[in-house]
Nanobody, 118 residues
Framework: QVRLVESGGGLVQTGGSLTLSCVAS????????LGWYRQVPGKQRDLVAR???????LYADSVKGRFTISRDNAKNTLYLQMNSLKPEDTAVYYC????????????WGQGTQVTVSS
């Protein structure tokens, strides 16, 4: 069973920064696609950013230019650097892993709360 453990969430003021981390137990981490999603109560879970095994990133329009997704395969760790945070970024953030050839997100972390105060 693959485990994904997020950390780094917290309370920050508008304009501030946070870095989220996600450590995976997956032995094939380096060849897996990875992603960050976020969810607010009563709404669907939305993609924030994803990164392929070849390190190609993709971002939601709402975070382009403010968030940066990266990965360190040697540490089995996924990151999300979040700058210029806005109150609308407040959500529970989840990391996800897609196994090679899966076409879907196979594993999810437990989530970490990010709250941006105005």
């Amino acid at each position: 069973q693959v485990r994904l453990v997020e950390s780094g969430g917290g309370l920050v003021q508008t304009g501030g920064s946070l870095t989220l981390s996600c450590v995976a137990s997956e032995s094939h981490f380096s060849i897996s696609d990875l992603g960050w999603y976020r969810q607010v109560p009563g709404k669907q879970r939305d993609l924030v950013a994803r990164i392929t095994s070849s390190h190609t990133p993709l971002y939601a329009d709402s975070v382009k230019g403010r968030f940066t997704i990266s990965r360190d395969n040697a540490k089995n760790t996924l990151y999300l650097q979040m700058n210029s945070l806005k109150p609308e970024d407040t959500a529970v953030y989840y990391c996800a892993l897609s196994k090679v050839g899966s076409g879907t997100w196979d594993y999810w972390g437990q989530g970490t709360q990010v709250t941006v105060s105005s």
